[in-house]
């Protein structure tokens, strides 16, 4: 049983009160309990909503650019293309793209499905500058949205697409009012309208992907079909009309993150394909906020190729190694990652893009798909007290259940967590997960190994084991890059958490 004070104003209980008791002041402490059976621990907020944890579960997608723009060469487009320019030599096939990502242990993708320069990878009501306006006959076949959602059904991964708000091709696009401001005939003729057809396609999707580009150099720098001059959009949320897209599509998609204008979800705050090793899921940028006021996870977008977004004739695969060192740089300090594989005029994935992802699948299968905590025995300096429906014990941080937790007892912010083995093993990350549904609590822990189980000597003594959140992966020696090295002979493995914002929650503990 958890017991409250609760402040009553003497004024509402006149009636129940005599003359007397009235006169000896205007308040009353009276005490309430509220049955908690499973004695949960409190949760600290801010906490993510239900759609946030699953976004948060995917962990590692794909991001394909593929459109208009593979075939001029451009990374932004004008608008002004013609639409046969687009005429792909057979109709575009997201089954590859999405088991090539797949067999890099990529869970979901999202598919670029309409980019700045308008042109729209479905047959849509809301433009002429789509796929049915091609003189190519697999042009006017292609339907990237519904066959990408299609693939994703069949192959069990999450789906979305990328949908830019910002549309040189349109003449609605920052179309003047004659009062010194725009007209709102975009969102609600074509901005919007093209949401909701997307939104058809699938009421699965994972997310909305909306680019953070509102004009500026490149629309006059490009012209338009409309005016030459520059024109940027200064106050998005009003002129996009986001309150509204946010309601509608969470109607429609109700567990669709909406990355770039829902507030959501947060660009990590470069394209390089690292986020800060102290990340908090609030706040912005790198690091986030420990202090920030709601939940607001950072996602890293990344490229695979030394290319552009788009494909390009001269581009490379950057190698497994430096893929795995981005996993460990995003999906290892609390991010997600959405990796970018940009598919050729051919309308499929380039050989050696697919070759690397298998390569990276591997990598990542021998490094951190046989996790050592499993065969271990585990110990903790602390357990809180089981509920009716509910125990917090240590053993909870490697059954395998996400949904189970070790927790210590309220206002407890330090403890200890010891994982010995019989013979010792060859270890090479400790990976940390907590249970974010009651809010992100850890600010600080050390990592140690024991070759006797005696003595003890702190690992990765050079990275800032601050934060934890949705998932922590530690490289034991320290380094992200030729991060495998020969590893740590070790019959156990310590982690402390010696500061944490209420008693931390610790869901998942694995070692590889």
């Excluded at 309220?410 to 270890?427: M, R, Y």
């Amino acid at each position: 049983m958890k017991k409250i004070t609760v402040l009553l104003s003497a004024l509402c209980m006149a009636a129940m009160m005599p003359a007397t008791s009235q006169a000896q002041g205007q308040f009353k402490l009276v005490e309430q309990s509220l049955n908690d059976p499973d004695n949960t621990p409190l949760p600290v907020f801010p906490v993510p909503s239900e759609r946030q944890v699953k976004w948060n579960e995917t962990e590692f997608y794909a991001f394909f650019h593929y459109g208009m723009d593979t075939y001029t060469g451009e990374e932004w487009g004008s608008g002004l293309e013609s639409e046969s320019t687009f005429a792909p030599p057979k109709v575009p096939n997201p089954m590859q793209w999405l088991k090539a990502a797949q067999s890099a242990g990529m869970k979901g993708g999202i598919a670029v499905v309409k980019h700045h320069d308008g042109f729209c990878l479905w047959p849509t009501a809301t433009t002429d500058h789509c796929v049915t306006s091609s003189s190519s006959e697999n042009a006017k076949k292609t339907n990237v949205p519904k066959d990408f959602a299609d693939a994703a059904r069949q192959l069990g991964m999450k789906y979305g697409f990328y949908i830019s708000p910002w549309d040189m091709s349109s003449k609605y696009w920052g179309e003047p009012d004659g009062k010194g401001g725009y007209t709102d005939n975009y969102a609600k003729k074509v901005f919007l309208p093209q949401c909701v057809e997307l939104a058809k396609y699938g009421n699965e999707q994972f997310e909305m992907w909306f680019d953070g580009a509102t004009g500026g150099d490149h629309a006059g720098g490009y012209g338009s079909k409309t005016s030459t001059s520059k024109r940027t959009i200064d106050d998005a949320q009003t002129y996009y009309d986001i309150p509204n897209l946010r309601d509608s599509i969470h109607n429609l998609l109700p567990d669709a993150v909406m990355w770039g204008v829902g507030g959501e979800a947060r660009w990590i705050g470069n394209e390089e394909g690292h986020a800060g090793e102290t990340n908090w899921a609030m706040g912005d940028a790198e690091s986030g906020d420990e202090n920030g006021w709601k939940w607001h996870p950072g996602e890293s977008d990344a490229k695979a190729t030394t290319g552009g977004w788009f494909w390009k004739s001269y581009e490379q695969v950057l190698s497994a190694e430096r893929l795995f060192q981005m996993y460990l740089e995003t999906v290892g300090r609390n991010a997600t990652l959405i990796l970018n594989l940009p598919p050729d005029r051919s309308g499929e994935l380039p050989q050696a893009t697919v070759n690397r992802m298998a390569e990276l699948g591997k990598l990542l299968t021998d490094r951190l798909g046989t996790d050592l905590a499993l065969k271990a025995n585990i110990k903790v300096s602390e357990t809180r007290d089981a509920g009716a429906n509910r125990n917090y014990e240590a053993t909870n941080m490697i059954d395998s259940e996400k949904d189970t937790y070790w927790a210590p007892n309220d206002g407890t912010t330090s403890a200890t967590i010891t994982l010995t083995w019989d013979e010792a093993q060859i270890v090479r990350y400790v990976s940390l997960m907590e249970y974010i549904r009651l809010g992100q609590r850890v600010k600080s822990f050390t990592v140690e190994t024991s070759e006797d189980g005696v003595n003890f000597t702190q690992r990765a003594s050079n990275v800032k084991t601050t934060t934890i959140g949705y998932k922590r992966i530690i490289p034991l020696n320290g380094m992200t890059a030729s991060s495998y090295g020969t590893g740590y002979k070790a019959k156990a493995v310590r982690i402390t958490i010696n500061d944490s914002k209420a008693c931390p929650l610790i869901h998942t503990l694995s070692v590889y």
